[in-house]
Each structure stands twice: as structure tokens, then as C-alpha cells.
């Protein structure tokens, strides 16, 4: 899937990424516009989690709603 696509459809998944992880701030939201790795960096800080947790976690959540 391009960028622009991930995007858009960001703008469209954000609540369900807040769902998933409440500690997410509508600015970390805003920040990740649909980047993986600042996704994940998000995760990692907010929830204290080691990269490869984090990825994990973000992978299997892209896999759900058919992202990158």
C-alpha cells in the first residue's frame, strides 16, 4: 500500500489505534500520520514496551485493518 494510502486510511483507523492503546494521546495520533516506525516509537514510550513488542503488536494490529 503507498503513503498516501496509508494515510487516508489513518485518518480513518485512529480511533480504533486509541481503542487499542488509550495511553495514545490525540498528539502521538496526530504525530504517527500512519508511519510505522513512529507508531511503534509511540508505543514503546507510552507503554514502556521493547521495540520488538512494540512491533509486534503494531504488525499484528496493521495485519487486522490491512495496513502496510
Do not use: C, P
Not at 504517527?32 to 499484528?60: C, M, P, S
Amino acid at each position: 500500500m503507498n503513503s498516501d494510502l496509508i494515510k487516508g486510511k489513518w485518518s480513518q483507523l485512529k480511533g480504533e489505534a486509541k481503542k487499542q492503546w488509550g495511553n495514545l494521546t490525540d498528539d502521538d495520533l496526530l504525530e504517527i500520520e500512519g508511519n510505522r516506525d513512529k507508531f511503534v516509537g509511540a508505543i514503546q514510550e507510552r507503554y514502556g514496551k521493547a521495540k520488538a513488542d512494540a512491533e509486534r503488536e503494531v504488525d499484528t494490529w496493521n495485519h487486522r485493518h490491512k495496513l502496510w
